[in-house]
């Protein structure tokens, strides 16, 4: 993403934060971790109340730069950048906004690519699975070392809308709303299914090394690129990639061969080259065990109404029509859920056409009904 | 599939038999074929007047036992012996039936791993890529080899579909009906890339050796067993993955690490295993360019209508509501383009659960139809 800084008016220039945490952390697996830090961003200000806190969790791939740009490297615009700043839907006039890397990602926070204390080498495949209460738990220590008793949103799209829910059930006094995009209460067979056959590419590459990558100076770049080329299609809608590429011949006419002959492959493998180039291949495998694992209804005995009951936040729910990896009707489970519970919910349903990664797009209908509900939030 | 014999009314023992051509085929490529071979099963009994002849193309995976079984393999059972068979939908009291393996498979019939006679060593990555009209100049070639000059009917499925379609513009004086199922009149780009990614796991797995690996004694395993699990979530629809598979863990607790937790993922790897251990790897790559380039509409400026209006055969369209891969919507693309030339045309969409699969699959409603539609195919 590239910005015209004359014209910019986000939250400017940004600079990352660490936090260490030396209190052990249980984690869902029954693993324990003994010290972690996290990295974070802050824009706004917090209030003298500390009732204007919003907490934008992050997606599979996502970190805590979540908007604004680095004094050094100013073409690099937070991932949500359109969402967060001052007159955006995400106020920063009005909210201290909190964007912080998970545990085990790869973009400053602990996880399988920091030293391992106990062997002074890099954890790798040593990193203990994390599943999305782990990264609630985590989070609220952080609003614990900001000072933040309770957010006046948790706010995520995607793996970033599971967590988002999740606070609402494991610390429902510390949340006054939450809003779910683009999301789902748990993975459908048919999504464990592409992230396993996404895992697969990178466990099974001779690069990969168990995970030890990292002591053999090599890494599984075959994998994570085919595993980001997978994911990339499930991100997109059937429309807009017709739209966009169609069939298309790269250079006019079919060669006959395996080489780039139609846009669509072009693009689709110069995704899968970037992102191998940059993410780390166990984060990857990580996040996207998280996904699969999250299933709060679990805790309701499969009754998602159940699980959900002892939330007191009010929700936002928002889909896009052309999603399919997170289809409006898995929204529509978690508000059916809240409605039976008689809990206070919106649902919002947009036609953009970007398919799951609408959610990130600057669509005016989308924004604006962020922009309304913010409005409602008191601080 | 096994069968219990002893209820078993199929067409029953059949052998494979071998025709060589040693005309010289041109492909669509521009490269020419010095000489092949096609192996191919016949069931029933062609009549005095050689009407009554039924050609069944097979799919991406399929080759030439479309029926009954081998005298020592009697659970080696055709693809598609649910179809074919005495009293079956492709009656063989009534049709005489011909399978055949396509050119560039992997089966018997000259391909990749065959003997390239100008190097005396395996084609591999030298076999020329086919289109679905080599397949059927190829396929025409072996009806004048059993004296038929004109099918009664020419049925496929999926990829098989798009050779019986190709079948009535490329030689509309040899093909009286078409059975067009479970098929597209060309891919989307979502379609190319799911391809992509499949052609990129074998191309770039270490293995591969450039296509040279029987040389090289080794076997892209891990790339094509990715491939097929990738193509199988394809085909099956997502309603139909959760009732078989749901979210249910293989063990009934998680164990937190990268092997099976789910069922889902236990019966993907399966499948990408056994295919694996038996398919090669250049005649899959070769297949999925097939169907990428597979359009006709080319011929008419882009009309599919302006293409089809060569056309003398009357169709049978068939769609399953599941099926995501090539949804009802595609196969009625060519219901429009044929109803617009005034063209004979039934169509027919059931709502078999199997996705994709489903035009494999003995549906009652599905066979019943097409069994109706034979019925109606004088000989």
């Given at each position: 993403m590239s910005t015209d800084t004359s014209s910019y008016n986000g939250v400017g220039i940004v600079a990352p934060q660490r936090a260490h945490f030396d209190r052990p952390l249980t984690l869902r697996s029954g693993a324990v971790l003994p010290a972690y830090d996290l990295v974070y961003e802050t824009y706004g200000k917090l209030n003298a109340d500390r009732s204007n806190a919003i907490l934008v969790c992050h997606a599979l791939s996502g970190h805590h730069h979540?908007?604004?740009?680095?004094?050094?490297?100013?073409?690099?615009?937070?991932?949500w950048d359109n969402i967060v700043g001052p007159g955006r839907p995400l106020d920063t006039n009005k909210f201290f906004v909190v964007g912080v890397n998970n545990l085990g990602g790869c973009h400053g926070s602990t996880g399988p690519s920091s030293i391992n204390p106990a062997t002074n080498k890099p954890w790798g495949a040593d990193f203990p699975l994390v599943a999305v209460v782990d990264w609630v738990h985590a989070q609220a220590r952080l609003a614990d070392h900001l000072g933040v008793q309770q957010w006046?949103?948790?706010?995520?799209?995607?793996?970033?809308?599971?967590?988002?829910?999740?606070?609402?059930?494991?610390?429902?006094?510390?949340?006054?709303?939450?809003?779910?995009?683009?999301?789902?209460?748990?993975?459908?067979?048919?999504?464990?299914?592409?992230n396993d056959v996404a895992r697969q590419a990178i466990l099974t590459d001779p690069d990969f090394h168990g995970g030890h990558y990292y002591e053999h100076d090599t890494y599984p770049q075959r994998g994570l690129r085919l595993a980001r080329?997978?994911?990339?299609?499930t991100y997109l809608s059937d429309d807009q990639m017709d739209?966009?590429?169609?069939?298309?011949?790269?250079?006019?006419?079919f060669s006959f061969g395996y080489d780039v002959?139609?846009?669509?492959e072009s693009y689709l493998r110069y995704q899968g080259d970037k992102f191998a180039g940059y993410f780390d291949a166990n984060t990857y495998l990580l996040m996207t065990k998280a996904l699969d694992y999250f299933d709060p209804a679990r805790e309701g005995d499969g009754d998602l109404a159940k699980a959900l009951s002892v939330a007191k936040a009010e929700f936002f729910i928002a889909a896009f029509t052309t999603d399919w990896r997170f289809s409006p009707g898995r929204s529509r489970e978690i508000v059916s859920a809240l409605a039976k519970n008689g809990q206070a919910v919106s649902y919002a349903q947009f036609d953009c056409n970007y398919g799951h990664d609408s959610f990130l797009m600057a669509d005016p209908e989308y924004h604006a009904a962020v922009t309304a509900y913010m409005g409602r939030v008191s601080v």
């Open positions: 979540v908007a604004g740009m680095y004094a050094h490297q100013t073409d690099n615009v937070g991932w006046a949103a948790v706010v995520g799209g995607s793996l970033g809308g599971m967590q988002a829910l999740r606070w609402t059930i494991t610390y429902p006094e510390r949340v006054r709303h939450a809003l779910v995009i683009a999301s789902a209460p748990k993975l459908t067979a048919q999504n464990i299914a592409f080329m997978l994911g990339h299609i739209e966009k590429f169609g069939r298309k011949p790269r250079n006019g006419s002959e139609f846009e669509v």
